[in-house]
């Protein structure tokens, strides 16, 4: 009788390790670790990071996430667009004052759109009582200023993008070569990852041959070839831990089957990265017409697809390929993801 009763006390009990309940504590009782100035993004790192293996929390590496698209036009770079402006901007206007740091490998980068999401955020900050001229003035003097924290670096070839990481120390440490010398580096983005791909898999999979061939008359062992990613990564973690920031990789979904809207797992294009928190982007499907209806039913309703369509609403989800479900668990319990939408003057979040 006592055995049995013990055995069901027994069974009521939960367990839970010690870093799961210092991650409930801190979202009781606080806001999580600021990476990014975007708290559903926050809160998701946060949660990838108290979720890793313990004998991972030690180290001194400083987390990375990917954003990955799986269409032209997921939007992912508006995203680091908003992210750039949180970076550069002052405290008083909601940002992190501090200066960002872009790697664009495709050149698709704009300054433009940056700007204009620069301004965006500054009207939010603005009092509506200030005269018109005024407001406008002050918010393109204010503009100006956060661009120049803005360090952009356009390398031709794989090898360029890693000689780039590689000399960010001396570039930045340097106080005559631009404005941002007394300013953290809030991360280092590196805008696509993808661009690269296919000439380095041409080159790895050239140098492979040729290495059988030269060696298949000796008999001797083909050594092992390694991808230059790899080599990218080592440097992107080595710059990101002397300048304590998180790393941003962008990526594009490079698989020829189209992707499903149903799933929410993607193979990684780019597993050398081994980024902390894998994200996917995609455009949410306008509803579609359904069968059967009437043409006086399609006119009413046009007018809310026309709505639908120009708005155009995005969804940030976790990449659920590989992942262990312990960790899963954790970032559903902090939402999952995020939605956001992208209009002329830039992005809006989803409150959450």
């Not at 495709?106 to 300054?111: I, L, P, R, Y």
């Not at 140098?207 to 298949?216: D, E, G, R």
């Amino acid at each position: 009788m006592a055995e049995d009763v013990g055995k069901k006390l027994l069974g009521e009990v939960e367990e839970a390790g010690l870093d799961e309940i210092l991650h409930t504590l801190r979202l009781q009782h606080g806001s999580p670790t600021e990476y990014f100035g975007l708290p559903p993004l926050d809160r998701l790192l946060q949660a990838a990071t108290d979720a890793r293996p313990q004998a991972l929390k030690a180290s001194t590496a400083q987390p990375t996430i990917e954003l990955m698209s799986l269409a032209p036009g997921g939007d992912k770079t508006h995203v680091l667009y908003h992210l750039c402006a949180l970076a550069v901007l002052p405290k008083t206007f909601g940002g992190k004052q501090a200066c960002a740091v872009i790697v664009d490998t495709d050149g698709k980068f704009s300054v433009s759109r940056l700007a204009a999401q620069l301004e965006q955020l500054l009207r939010e900050h603005h009092t509506p009582e200030a005269p018109a001229e005024t407001t406008s003035t002050a918010i393109e003097e204010e503009l100006l200023a956060a661009l120049r924290h803005i360090h952009i670096f356009r390398p031709p070839s794989l090898p360029s993008a890693i000689a780039t990481l590689d000399s960010l120390q001396t570039y930045l440490f340097d106080k005559a070569r631009h404005y941002s010398f007394d300013r953290q580096v809030a991360f280092i983005a590196i805008d696509s990852a993808s661009s690269f791909y296919w000439q380095d898999r041409a080159e790895t999979e050239d140098a492979a041959f040729v290495a059988s061939t030269s060696t298949s008359t000796t008999g001797s062992k083909v050594p092992a070839l390694q991808s230059a990613y790899v080599q990218l990564a080592t440097s992107l973690r080595n710059t990101t831990q002397t300048f304590s920031c998180p790393a941003i990789i962008t990526a594009w979904h490079l698989n020829n089957l189209p992707p499903s809207n149903a799933s929410r797992g993607y193979r990684p294009q780019l597993p050398a990265l081994q980024p902390t928190l894998r994200l996917v982007m995609r455009r949410l499907p306008v509803r579609k017409f359904p069968p059967g209806i009437s043409l006086e039913q399609a006119l009413r309703e046009a007018g809310d697809r026309q709505k639908a369509v120009e708005e155009a609403k995005f969804e940030c989800f976790v990449n659920e390929w590989g992942m262990d479900e312990r960790v899963l668990q954790a970032l559903q319990r902090v939402g999952g993801g995020f939605d956001f939408t992208v209009e002329e003057d830039g992005v809006s979040m989803e409150e959450g």
